[in-house]
């Protein structure tokens, strides 16, 4: 077995990933039933917290529903997560209220995180 290079790691199939978690289908080449085997022996021999994310992540792939519904809760989380930002950087800004240097570097830290997220969410 030969390590990859840095340049060779980089480039990584992820749909290669996705289907070794996906279950078995008609068309299911043999490679990749070998690495569905392989992970699954990993994950029994790893116990603890690799088995059970393999577990979740395979029904989460087998059920749209399942999985509809984690995607939905990660956007709650991260919509609460990037209002809460935004409310921090509103308040600590335009008050200009500031009662230690670390209040100071909060609010450039929230202004700087939801300024970034909003210029990545408008792209």
């Known amino acids: ?24 289908r008609p068309q299911t080449g043999q490679d990749v039933l070998d690495a569905q085997s392989t992970i699954d022996a990993l994950s029994q021999l790893a116990g603890g ?22 995607l939905q809760d990660q956007q709650d989380v991260l919509h609460a997560l990037l209002q809460w930002l935004y409310a921090t950087r509103n308040s600590a800004i335009h008050r200009g209220q500031f009662t230690a240097p670390a209040d100071a570097m909060t609010a450039h830290a929230a202004r700087g995180v939801v300024d970034m997220l909003l210029e990545f969410l408008g792209n």
Do not use: E
């Open 49 to 70: 917290y690799a088995q059970d994310a393999l577990t979740l992540w395979r029904a989460r792939l087998a059920d749209p529903k399942l999985l509809a519904d984690w």
């Open 1 to 24: 077995m030969t390590i990859p290079s840095a340049s060779q790691a980089g480039k990584l199939d992820v749909n290669g990933w996705l289907d070794v978690l996906l279950p078995p």
